[in-house]
């Protein structure tokens, strides 16, 4: 593991993993008493900055044009990422905005011939990943690469495999110590 990813693993788990006394409910649906707070993780500028080097390292030689993923998870990495890289950002919206332009994305144009990655704070099942990738691949964007802060499981990891995107964990569930949560894959 690299000198970045080890200070990304020891800020997740020191500033970002709650251990609690009863289970929560995730946003996957799961239920886990380990909380990953990614926000609150990365909530300082330096660690946020560390995050993001140790995401560019992870994707070294692979070539992309913007970074971005489903609003509010991927927000911060996708900014951190662009201001140290010189790509565009993007934020996929959870529903189409309601007025104006109705648009799904938002930032970068994406489209035919933009090289993306696509960043998350956390999965647990992929389902925020996944929306996020069916939408940019519905524009006619290439996803080159995965990003993920931490991965609860193996959800993920299997997905991008079965489309053949280079994937990377920053933080697993096993540098954390905490059990794997996740099952099958959800629908986007």
Known sequence: MSSLRQQVV?????????????PVV???????RD???????????????V?????????HGIAFD?????????????HGVAILSGAEWFVVRKQPKGRGTGKLVEGAKVGPGIRVVLVDDAVTSGGSIQKAHDAIVATGATVVAAVTLVDRGEVAASYFKDKGI?????????DLGI?????????A
């Open 51 to 59: 995050a993001c080097r140790a995401l560019l390292e992870a994707v």
């Open 66 to 78: 913007a970074v971005g993923g489903l609003t509010m998870g991927a927000d911060h990495l996708a």
């Open 26 to 32: 995730l946003a996957s649906g799961q239920t886990s």
């Open 10 to 22: 020891d800020t997740v788990r020191e500033r970002g993993l709650i251990h609690l006394p009863e």
């Open 35 to 49: 909380f990953v707070d990614g926000k609150a993780a990365l909530s300082r500028g330096a660690d946020l900055e």
């Open 166 to 174: 280079p994937y990377v964990a920053l933080v697993t569930y096993g």
């Open 179 to 187: 059990e794997p949560v996740g099952g099958g894959l959800v629908p």
